[in-house]
């Protein structure tokens, strides 16, 4: 009866963040946000705008006159002052209701989000702050509803304004302006733009946090249940010695569950490939059988290229999506005996027990082919970076996985997708002889690695 009653709150709970839970900005004539109309005049053009209130919307008119290479006008909605704006990052959708009418038979419109950072930005520059925008047509849309993650930085800021890649891709923390804009190529004439309403909508808890959260109830729920379970059945025991039995099924039950919970723990959950205590566990169960068939043996390091970027530009499902079709396409390629697991982020370790260098580096070669020769989402070219070494019988294993790392950052070096080998180091080497020692992996001074290079 308690799972049953905690069951439907969670559904309730799940429901609630679905379907509520929500919040919103407005933008509109009856926002008190203030709404003002710049055109290309500013700029020497002779397009000539302006804003007014026509009911519960506003109505920008424009009139497109040549006399300026790129004439625009837009209409700005101001929510800040540089170098104070508002933070949107926590809205995932925009909607915006309204239309546009001119001479174009194909209208367009651009949505512009201006986002202020002090690292390139600056308060008497007002075309400092970063332009990400959204085009679209009001005909086929008028009433558009579009992810935030769908806005791209305008190619023609880019081109105006170098910062680090590490500001390249699209910001919403400090939003100082919205501006609905007519088209890149519009053309001359008189256009209306009308509208009705912009909102920005977001969950106050995100679905994947709020998942999180239940997951974490139950978990807690469920140990403390069985934490309970357990102290009541010795309590028994210490009662009646004939419940001797019945503690000996619940501690079985425990073992099962323990050895589950092992399993899952020694798996990456994204690929399915070991992680990194899956991996000491392997080497441990190899060490326990001796170096005669293990040895030598040949390790590569794998690192996918610009993995960064592609979570920036196409975000972390489509990163996710990468990451899981390249660890399926090593798992395909190597055979029963070889050890795989997932390093971390975008990297992974191969482990090729009784293999030379050689035939590990041509293993290599043929798997960073089968990934650059292959279709990904979004018109991707994925490609991966591949660090071959060796270590032999007597070897500190560690360094041989080092020395593969140091292959790999140098295949980067060297322009990527490539496969370089490191022979350098000691000359032999053995196997952890305990699982202490190969739970040294987790603290050697490369697994903490910085982004994508």
Same mark, same amino acid.
């Given at each position: 009866?308690?799972?049953?009653?905690?069951?439907?709150?969670?559904?309730?709970?799940?429901?609630?963040?679905?379907?509520?839970?929500?919040?919103?900005?407005?933008?509109?004539?009856?926002?008190?946000?203030?709404?003002?109309?710049?055109?290309?005049?500013?700029?020497?053009?002779?397009?000539?705008?302006?804003?007014?209130?026509?009911?519960?919307?506003?109505?920008?008119?424009?009139?497109?006159?040549?006399?300026?290479?790129?004439?625009?006008?837009?209409?700005?909605?101001?929510?800040?002052?540089?170098?104070?704006?508002?933070?949107?990052?926590?809205?995932?959708?925009?909607?915006?209701?309204?239309?546009?009418?001119?001479?174009?038979?194909?209208?367009?419109?651009?949505?512009?989000?201006?986002?202020?950072?002090?690292?390139?930005?600056?308060?008497?520059?007002?075309?400092?702050?970063?332009?990400?925008?959204?085009? +679209? &047509?009001?005909? $086929?849309?008028?009433? !558009?509803? @579009?992810? *935030?993650?769908?806005? #791209?930085?305008?190619?023609?800021?880019? /081109?105006?304004?170098?910062?680090?890649?590490?500001?390249?891709?699209?910001?919403?923390?400090?939003?100082?302006?919205?501006?609905?804009?007519?088209?890149?190529?519009?053309?001359?004439?008189?256009?209306?733009?009308?509208?009705?309403?912009?909102?920005?909508?977001?969950?106050?808890?995100?679905?994947?946090?709020?998942?999180?959260?239940?997951?974490?109830?139950?978990?807690?729920?469920?140990?403390?249940?069985?934490?309970?379970?357990?102290?009541?059945?010795?309590?028994?025991?210490?009662?009646?010695? +004939? &419940?001797?039995? $019945?503690?000996?099924? !619940?501690? @079985?039950? *425990?073992?099962?569950? #323990?050895?589950?919970?092992?399993?899952? /723990?020694?798996?990456?959950?994204?690929?399915?490939?070991?992680?990194?205590?899956?991996?000491?566990?392997?080497?441990?169960?190899?060490?326990?059988?001796?170096?005669?068939?293990?040895?030598?043996?040949?390790?590569?390091?794998?690192?996918?290229?610009?993995?960064?970027?592609?979570?920036?530009?196409?975000?972390?499902?489509?990163?996710?999506?990468?990451?899981?079709?390249?660890?399926?396409?090593?798992?395909?390629?190597?055979?029963?005996?070889?050890?795989?697991?997932?390093?971390?982020?975008?990297?992974?370790?191969?482990?090729?027990?009784?293999?030379?260098?050689?035939?590990?580096?041509?293993?290599?070669?043929?798997?960073?082919?089968?990934?650059?020769?292959?279709?990904?989402?979004?018109?991707?070219?994925?490609?991966?970076?591949?660090?071959?070494?060796?270590?032999?019988?007597?070897?500190?294993?560690?360094?041989?996985?080092?020395?593969?790392?140091?292959?790999?950052?140098?295949?980067?070096?060297?322009?990527?997708?490539?496969?370089?080998?490191?022979?350098?180091?000691?000359?032999?080497?053995?196997?952890?002889?305990?699982?202490?020692?190969?739970?040294?992996?987790?603290?050697?001074?490369?697994?903490?690695?910085?982004?994508?290079?």
């Amino acid at each position: 009866m308690v799972f049953l009653a905690l069951f439907l709150v969670t559904v309730a709970a799940l429901a609630w963040n679905r379907f509520g839970m929500n919040h919103h900005l407005d933008l509109g004539a009856n926002s008190g946000i203030a709404a003002r109309a710049i055109d290309d005049s500013s700029s020497g053009g002779k397009t000539v705008s302006s804003v007014r209130r026509d009911g519960r919307a506003l109505v920008m008119d424009c009139d497109i006159r040549p006399g300026y290479a790129w004439p625009y006008c837009n209409l700005v909605f101001e929510l800040g002052r540089p170098p104070q704006g508002v933070d949107l990052s926590a809205y995932d959708t925009i909607t915006v209701r309204g239309t546009s009418t001119g001479p174009e038979t194909d209208q367009q419109l651009r949505l512009f989000l201006l986002n202020y950072n002090p690292a390139y930005s600056n308060p008497s520059q007002p075309e400092s702050a970063k332009v990400q925008e959204l085009v +679209y &047509g009001p005909t $086929a849309h008028p009433h !558009l509803t @579009a992810k *935030l993650s769908q806005f #791209t930085v305008s190619s023609w800021w880019s /081109a105006a304004h170098s910062v680090g890649v590490e500001h390249a891709g699209t910001e919403f923390d400090n939003i100082v302006a919205v501006q609905v804009a007519t088209g890149g190529n519009v053309a001359p004439g008189k256009h209306v733009i009308t509208v009705d309403q912009i909102e920005f909508s977001g969950k106050l808890v995100s679905p994947a946090t709020f998942r999180l959260w239940v997951i974490a109830a139950w978990l807690l729920g469920g140990l403390g249940y069985l934490a309970a379970y357990a102290y009541n059945a010795k309590k028994a025991l210490e009662a009646n010695r +004939y &419940g001797k039995a $019945a503690l000996e099924r !619940l501690n @079985a039950e *425990l073992r099962d569950e #323990t050895a589950h919970l092992k399993n899952v /723990a020694r798996r990456d959950p994204l690929t399915g490939a070991l992680n990194r205590y899956g991996l000491r566990d392997e080497l441990s169960k190899a060490a326990e059988h001796g170096d005669v068939k293990f040895f030598p043996l040949s390790i590569v390091f794998i690192d996918i290229d610009h993995f960064k970027h592609i979570n920036d530009q196409h975000g972390h499902v489509v990163g996710d999506q990468v990451i899981k079709e390249i660890s399926d396409v090593i798992s395909n390629a190597i055979q029963r005996d070889d050890i795989f697991a997932r390093w971390g982020g975008e990297e992974f370790l191969l482990i090729f027990p009784g293999t030379e260098p050689g035939d590990a580096r041509a293993i290599a070669e043929r798997l960073r082919r089968a990934i650059a020769g292959r279709p990904w989402p979004n018109g991707l070219r994925v490609t991966g970076s591949f660090g071959v070494s060796k270590a032999a019988a007597g070897d500190d294993l560690v360094d041989g996985i080092k020395r593969a790392d140091e292959a790999m950052y140098l295949a980067k070096s060297n322009g990527r997708d490539r496969v370089e080998l490191n022979m350098g180091g000691p000359q032999y080497a053995s196997l952890p002889s305990e699982v202490g020692e190969v739970s040294d992996f987790e603290s050697s001074e490369f697994v903490s690695r910085p982004g994508d290079l």
